[in-house]
């Protein structure tokens, strides 16, 4: 009751924690970011996804005060990171792509001098280090020094180091990058715990099933660009349509199938790498009894029959890395129809 | 409360401004992360430790004949030389190691935290006063054992040691300052080096500058480093504060006064 409350009050002040606007930041002659807008309601989580190099970094290490932006501005809970980055500060945590912790010093010693940093007496860092260290599961390894850590410990403790000062809005790049399954699961479940507890998580990431898995909001970045913005399940109806994939008895008939199927759904077919399968958008389903009813009429007899829905790497691909070729695609298939037009 | 529960925005006291004694406070947190680290790897004491030891003996023993006529009477010259030659060259480390440092991911936490954005440097430099105790502790124990015997007494030795490590701490700032714009650790130990070398060569450390040709006994004579030898030796050897006591203090403050900024400033462009 008390968290709601907290929480409601949260979002009545400040409703978003990042209001980002034609950020620009280039490196030479490269624009790592070219114009990245992004706004982020309080009390959610918000993926930014993209490719290795896609700006991803570049972008939080701007939000977080750590990068002056060449152009753009951008708020945080309403303060502008360029005008007052100290206030800044004191509403964010950062945890860096590889941990941002002290490798020659121990966990314990690690916390205590954030704490002692932010304030806190050297009792009061004492307990808040032990504190941290127990509820990240670390209380055995405190005394050891980092080099002996795994991957895993390494970014809880990182993660620990960040909440010393409870802040409302906590960054976290590529949280869970080189993470086996199951300290990745640990990982989420903590993100997914941050937020029940009423702060914001503003998270890159690489792995489509973890923007999936956790955040509410996804921007997708390629190439310094907001590509795409939405829910996941926006982003998956961008992509359209479920898809279609039959398998055939008889592999001799695919052409025929294959043009049957065109000719019905009057969309192009695919087949698939393997052969086995061909494959088509399926945005009426209703059609699909009619291409039943005309395979059995021509005498092809199905193996297997499945819809689709699209997955989030569909999406990645369709909007990122493939976007150049799609477009080049489209161009053939335009000539082609012309082509077509052209015979008849 | 559990760690994880956020304390909403309104509950917050925010404040643009970082007191005084809050910087003095993170600094020394800061110093205390350099101790630490020194503590957990004692190997980057070698140089301060084995510098001295073999300068000393070397210097004293291959100079000593030909300058003062033997090694007993060219020590009260060459002691206090070799101290701050020794100690100023250590305090070249402090830059080199800030750049290793800033490199490492931990130096976006300290950039990412509301504190003075002097501290984390102040804090380096400080608990480099380590290394130049041990260098100073060192030199006048290894004098002591090749028989040197300052007429100015332990108190004055002291104070001469507090002097050259007051003095290595603001020049350290310099280095501090070309560790922040360099790119590689290596080549701030570069460029350290070509400042370095002339200047405690082109000194009265080791030789009388009488015996040089004029324009360099201009130099040795303006040089800093020149005063601060001079002042040291006035205090060990004849227990007396002069002159150049007082121009190496201003300049050890016109350095620090010069290069904080610019190193702070340097710093925080680019952070």
């Known amino acids: 009751m008390n968290d709601f409350l907290r929480k409601k009050a949260a979002i009545e002040n400040k409703d978003w924690a990042v209001e980002a606007n034609g950020l620009v930041k280039a490196f030479g002659d490269k624009r790592a970011v070219d114009g990245v807008d992004l706004s982020v309601r309080a009390g959610t989580i918000y993926g930014v996804l993209g490719p290795n190099g896609a700006g991803k970094t570049t972008t939080i290490r701007m939000l977080a005060t750590l990068l002056q932006a060449d152009a753009g501005s951008a708020q945080i809970f309403g303060y502008d990171v360029k005008k007052d980055p100290q206030l800044v500060r004191q509403l964010?945590?950062?945890?860096?792509?590889?941990?941002?912790?002290?490798?020659?010093?121990?966990?314990?010693?690690?916390?205590?001098?954030?704490?002692?940093?932010?304030?806190?007496?050297?009792?009061?860092?004492?307990?808040?280090?032990?504190?941290?260290?127990?509820?990240?599961?670390?209380?055995?390894?405190?005394?050891?020094?980092?080099?002996?850590?795994?991957?895993?410990?390494?970014?809880?403790?990182?993660?620990?180091?960040?909440?010393?000062?409870?802040?409302?809005?906590?960054?976290?790049?590529?949280?869970?990058?080189?993470?086996?399954?199951?300290?990745?699961?640990?990982?989420?479940?903590?993100?997914?715990?941050?937020?029940?507890?009423?702060?914001?998580?503003?998270?890159?990431?690489?792995?489509?099933?973890?923007?999936?898995?956790?955040?509410?909001?996804?921007?997708?970045?390629?190439?310094?660009?907001?590509?795409?913005?939405?829910?996941?399940?926006?982003?998956?109806?961008?992509?359209?349509?479920?898809?279609?994939?039959?398998?055939?008895?008889?592999?001799?008939?695919?052409?025929?199938?294959?043009?049957?199927?065109?000719?019905?759904?009057?969309?192009?077919?695919?087949?698939?790498?393997?052969?086995?399968?061909?494959?088509?958008?399926?945005?009426?389903?209703?059609?699909?009894?009619?291409?039943?009813?005309?395979?059995?009429?021509?005498?092809?007899?199905?193996?297997?029959?499945?819809?689709?829905?699209?997955?989030?790497?569909?999406?990645?691909?369709?909007?990122?890395?493939?976007?150049?070729?799609?477009?080049?695609?489209?161009?053939?298939?335009?000539?082609?129809?012309?082509?077509?037009?052209?015979?008849? | 409360m559990s760690s994880t529960t956020m304390k909403a925005i309104n509950e917050r006291k925010l404040r643009n401004k970082v007191s005084f004694r809050e910087s003095v406070r993170q600094s020394l947190t800061m110093a205390y992360r350099g101790l630490l680290k020194i503590k957990r790897t004692p190997e980057q004491l070698f140089d301060v430790t084995l510098q001295p030891i073999i300068f000393t003996l070397m210097f004293t023993y291959i100079f000593g004949g030909a300058i003062s006529g033997d090694v007993l009477s060219y020590l009260p010259i060459i002691i206090p030389g070799i101290l701050v030659q020794t100690v100023i060259t250590t305090s070249v480390v402090t830059g080199v190691q800030l750049r290793e440092d800033m490199d490492k991911g931990v130096f976006d936490r300290f950039k990412s935290l509301p504190i003075a954005r002097i501290a984390p440097l102040a804090g380096a430099l400080l608990a480099d006063t380590v290394r130049y105790t041990i260098a100073t502790t060192l030199t006048f124990t290894m004098g002591y054992i090749m028989g040197y015997r300052p007429d100015g007494g332990l108190g004055f030795v002291l104070l001469a040691m507090l002097l050259v490590i007051v003095c290595s701490w603001a020049i350290s700032w310099i280095f501090a300052f070309l560790g922040v714009i360099s790119r590689t650790a290596s080549s701030v130990q570069g460029i350290s080096m070509i400042v370095l070398f002339p200047l405690t060569f082109l000194s009265n450390a080791f030789v009388p500058a009488d015996t040089m040709p004029t324009l360099l006994q201009w130099f040795v004579k303006i040089n800093p480093i020149s005063h601060l030898v001079t002042a040291v030796r006035d205090l060990t050897n004849s227990g007396t504060i002069g002159w150049d006591f007082t121009i190496s203090l201003i300049g050890a403050a016109v350095i620090v006064a010069i290069f904080a900024p610019i190193t702070v400033r340097a710093y925080m462009r680019r952070a």
């Open chain 1, 92 to 344: 964010i945590g950062v945890t860096g792509q590889y941990a941002s912790v002290d490798e020659s010093l121990s966990a314990m010693e690690n916390l205590i001098i954030f704490s002692r940093l932010l304030g806190l007496g050297r009792a009061e860092a004492k307990r808040k280090a032990m504190e941290l260290l127990e509820e990240f599961g670390l209380t055995e390894a405190a005394k050891r020094p980092l080099k002996h850590f795994s991957g895993g410990m390494r970014r809880r403790l990182d993660l620990a180091a960040s909440l010393i000062a409870q802040p409302p809005l906590i960054f976290l790049d590529e949280p869970t990058t080189g993470l086996d399954p199951r300290t990745r699961n640990q990982m989420w479940e903590t993100i997914r715990r941050l937020v029940s507890g009423g702060s914001t998580v503003l998270l890159t990431t690489q792995y489509l099933q973890e923007a999936d898995e956790l955040a509410d909001r996804i921007a997708v970045i390629d190439h310094g660009r907001v590509v795409a913005e939405g829910t996941v399940n926006e982003l998956k109806q961008s992509v359209g349509i479920s898809s279609l994939h039959v398998s055939i008895q008889n592999g001799q008939y695919m052409q025929e199938a294959r043009l049957i199927i065109e000719r019905v759904l009057n969309v192009q077919s695919a087949v698939s790498a393997e052969g086995g399968w061909i494959t088509a958008p399926m945005a009426d389903a209703d059609k699909v009894t009619d291409l039943l009813v005309m395979l059995r009429e021509a005498g092809i007899q199905l193996a297997e029959l499945s819809v689709q829905k699209p997955t989030l790497d569909e999406v990645f691909l369709s909007i990122t890395g493939l976007d150049s070729e799609l477009k080049e695609d489209k161009a053939a298939v335009a000539s082609k129809t012309n082509k077509k037009e052209a015979y008849v």
